[in-house]
Nanobody
Framework: VQLQASGGGLVQPGGSLRLSCVAS????????IGWYRQYPGKQRELVAM???????NYADSVKGRFIISSDNAKNMVSLQMNSLKPEDTAVYYC?????????????WGKGTLVTVSS
């Protein structure tokens, strides 16, 4: 099982980017899936998360600007990031709680760098 993230890059302040993450493999369902970010020298922090039932949770710093959505059939989550600010510059990581037969396990994808700069 792998989480494959894509969509990072360089954008000007006020611009938009869309991150996507796909959970590949078989034998699981997704309980929760979402995004964390990490600044240099800091711990990873939650950006946004969505449950299989569609319940969302956002960091206060991104509420009203970021939108998380999922496609359960494709095991995919997307993060639409609007009105980006320089302080959104970070490495973003996809995270998922996957449910297998008899157990659950967290997975992390490789980080994708988002740079907000003029």
């Amino acid at each position: 099982v792998q989480l494959q993230a894509s969509g990072g890059g360089l954008v000007q302040p006020g611009g938009s980017l869309r991150l996507s993450c796909v959970a590949s493999g078989s034998g699981f369902s997704i309980a929760d899936i979402g995004w964390y970010r990490q600044y240099p020298g800091k711990q990873r922090e939650l950006v946004a998360m969505i449950t299989s039932g569609g319940t969302t949770n956002y960091a206060d710093s991104v509420k009203g600007r970021f939108i998380i959505s999922s496609d359960n059939a494709k095991n995919m989550v997307s993060l639409q990031m609007n009105s980006l600010k320089p302080e959104d510059t970070a490495v973003y990581y996809c995270n998922a709680l996957l449910v297998f037969s008899g157990y659950r396990q967290y997975y992390w994808g490789k980080g994708t760098l988002v740079t907000v700069s003029s």
